[in-house]
């Protein structure tokens, strides 16, 4: 049997997944909104053959209703899969994987859930105040939720575990690091080692021979140097808030803008830690933090959205210009997640002026609306740019059977 619950267990969300390994495909997908307030929201999808005759659609169901805590996200998951399928009896999950975002220099693997794991994960809340409490949160409802079946971490960090000390090694007193745990670490390795793996299946060459650039941008965004399959750079650091600019998320700024908040703006610690991974990003700059309002918005021209999508794309460029400096070469670069698949304005802005160094887009394929893996570059390129989908509940349940079966 080949089927693996899939939880992504977030601060106020339960998103879960149940997959069918053997056939790539997911059973059934659902998301529980607004945990701990009052109005929140559920949603339950049956996906596939499963869904019945009635086609796509057919199988979704919508709730609103106050769910009180993880616990209660996963009685509510339970009760959907009872009432509207697939049945849990015939479609018995053999194990559960669980997303778990920082797995700091501890964890390179995906692991069987112990007591151990879990004082481990907890441990590493301070390095992730953010995820790892919510990620062990759900780790916890699930056990009790499915208590027969072996619980797996796959860690966010785990792919960026082969970076070398020279990009993952922030120039600060080294002691005062170590103390700490202060380096970098990188996120989004799941859906960056899918990726890579997807794209070197489409262009048909081993992982191992190309040099590529991923650029997963979803709500939270980061780019990847990968070289034969490892991750040799990333651009998240210590937290996920380094790097490209996100959803809400400033990434990248001169660290004495902290201090100077600190002291100039009557902002506290949680005043600058909310306002750079809540208030920024896009959301902060152009007024919207959904990628498809900003686009929206920019070409009813709107000026500060404008402006948003040109600071996002602009530390896009300068990041493919960096990493293919690290790279020597680059072979393909990827743009994956909901921004990277779907945005068109922003892959076009992002790879706008690199013509020189044989970068250069076909606009017609770029514009081109469909799914799968794609080529959207042109004959002349000399580098091929690829929308390549991520899948990282896929890759989650995948690793967890690997680990489960030995
Ligand atoms: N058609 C589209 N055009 C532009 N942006 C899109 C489109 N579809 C989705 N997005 C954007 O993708 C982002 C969400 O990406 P996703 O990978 O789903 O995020 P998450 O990090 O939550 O998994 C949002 O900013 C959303 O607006
Ligand atoms: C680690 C991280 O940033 O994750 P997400 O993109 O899901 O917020
Ligand atoms: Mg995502």
């Not at 969300?13 to 997959?19: E, N």
């Not at 606009?363 to 080529?375: F, I, L, T």
Request: glycine share 12%; net charge negative; aromatic share 4%.
């Amino acid at each position: 049997m080949s089927i693996v619950l899939v939880v992504n267990s977030g601060s106020s969300s339960l998103k879960y997944q149940l997959v069918d390994v053997a056939a790539g495909a997911a059973l059934a997908t659902g998301l529980v909104e607004r945990i701990g307030h009052d109005d929140g929201r559920a949603t339950h999808a049956v996906r596939g053959p499963a869904a019945g005759a009635g086609g796509a659609g057919e199988g979704e169901v919508r709730e609103d209703l106050a769910v009180r805590d993880h616990d209660a996200a996963f009685d509510w998951m339970l009760r959907a899969f009872a009432e509207h399928g697939p049945s849990l009896e015939d479609h018995a999950p053999v194990a559960v994987g669980h997303r778990v975002v920082q797995g700091g220099a501890r964890f390179f693997e995906p692991t069987v859930i112990t007591e151990l794991v879990k004082i481990n994960i907890d441990e590493l809340s301070v390095l992730a105040p953010l995820h790892n409490p919510a990620n062990l949160a759900g780790i916890v409802s699930a056990e009790r939720a499915f208590p027969g079946v072996p619980h797996v971490a796959v860690f966010d960090t785990a792919f960026h575990q082969t970076m070398p000390p020279a990009a993952y090694t922030y120039a600060i007193d080294r002691e005062v690091a170590e103390r700490h745990r202060v380096r970098r670490y990188g996120f989004h390795g799941t859906s960056h080692r899918y990726v890579s793996r997807a794209a070197a299946g489409f262009l048909g060459r081993p992982v191992e021979e190309l040099k590529l650039i991923v650029l997963h941008l979803g709500n939270g965004a980061s780019a990847c140097a990968v070289d034969g399959g490892r991750s040799v750079e990333t651009s998240m650091g210590m937290t996920p808030l380094e790097g490209l600019v996100m959803g809400t998320r400033s990434g990248d700024v001169d660290p004495a803008v902290l201090l100077h908040l600190q002291r100039r703006a009557g902002l506290d610690v949680d005043g600058v830690d909310d306002l750079l991974n809540k208030r920024s990003g896009i959301l902060g700059l152009g007024g919207h933090g959904d990628m498809r309002d900003l686009v929206g918005a920019a070409e009813a021209g709107d000026a500060r959205a404008e402006l948003a999508l040109d600071v996002y794309a602009h530390r896009i460029r300068s990041y493919v210009g960096a990493y293919a400096a690290q790279l020597g070469r680059v072979d393909a670069i990827v743009f994956t997640a909901g921004v990277g698949e779907n945005a068109a304005e922003v892959r076009r802005r992002s790879l706008a002026g690199l013509e020189g160094f044989g970068i250069e887009l076909d606009d017609a394929r770029n514009a081109e609306r469909r799914g799968g893996a794609r080529r959207i570059s042109s004959d002349d390129s000399r580098t091929d740019v690829l929308v390549v989908p991520t899948n990282e509940e896929l890759e989650i349940a995948r690793q967890t059977l690997e680990v489960v079966a030995g």
